[in-house]
């Protein structure tokens, strides 16, 4: 892979170590810094028959793997969960290694986020993981899906009354110290995020097909807000495949060149 930016002095080609800088959250977080992860073609679409894996490529899989490496906790809709039959976070001896060199649990958790606890306990989230899934939820859940949920293994946490906002999301994730959060979607719940003023940072890949057809839109909302934010990286790979990282502008100054 070949960095696109950066000073002139740079090197170009990427090494594990290059990349894993690249990627790294910032330093002595206090509180959650949100990062959501996605793929689209270059038509636009997220998925293709209602997965995302169709767009995955050797690069854009590489970089899935450190994101999750990299963080306290893999955060993911249940719309997700249901479409791409989620499953726990995969490891190995030298992946728990590194995780706890860097202060992090052996395996980062999945947590769902859902306000009607509508997951089967026959999904891979709960029959296919080496640690449970934390599942928040609402009062509002009916109390036949919270206790089910419950009974498959889940780590379940009502947060709310009766919906998951921003805010109290992040209340959620602070409350259970996870500073470094992967978001791996989906649309709606990225949308509610940027809605709510949460997101920090976007890791973006554009594989290098044309779908004309499948799910668009990475994130949807039913008042589209305005969010700016600044490049911190592109990286190439030689098949085409462009990664992509950008950063809330504030959230730029004062970082290091290495990101």
Known sequence: ?????GGPDEPRTL??????????YPDELTEPWIRINFVSSLDG???????????GSPADKKVFGLLRELADVIL?????????????????????????????????????VTASC????????????????????????????RRAVQEAGADLRVISEDDIDGRTLRAALAGAGWTRVLCEG????????????????????WAPVLTAGGAGRIATSPAPVLTPLRRAHLICDDDGTLLTRWVRPDALEGESDGR
Do not use: H
């Open 15 to 24: 090494d594990e170590d290059r990349l894993r800088a690249l990627y790294a």
């Open 76 to 112: 993911v809709g249940a719309g997700t969960v249901r479409a791409e039959n989620y499953g726990g976070a995969r490891t190995s001896d030298a992946l728990r290694a590194r995780r706890e060199q860097a202060g992090l649990t052996p395996i980062p958790p999945v947590a769902v």
């Open 186 to 205: 989906g649309p709606r719940l990225f949308g509610r995020m940027i809605d709510d003023g949460i997101v920090d940072d976007l890791c973006l890949t």
């Open 45 to 55: 679409a997220v998925s293709v028959e209602g997965r995302s894996g169709a767009l």
């Open 1 to 5: 892979m070949q960095r696109l930016d």
């Open 118 to 145: 509508d997951l089967t306990p026959e999904l891979r989230l709960f029959t296919d993981t080496d640690i449970p899934p934390v599942v928040f939820t609402t009062a509002r859940a009916p109390e036949a899906a």
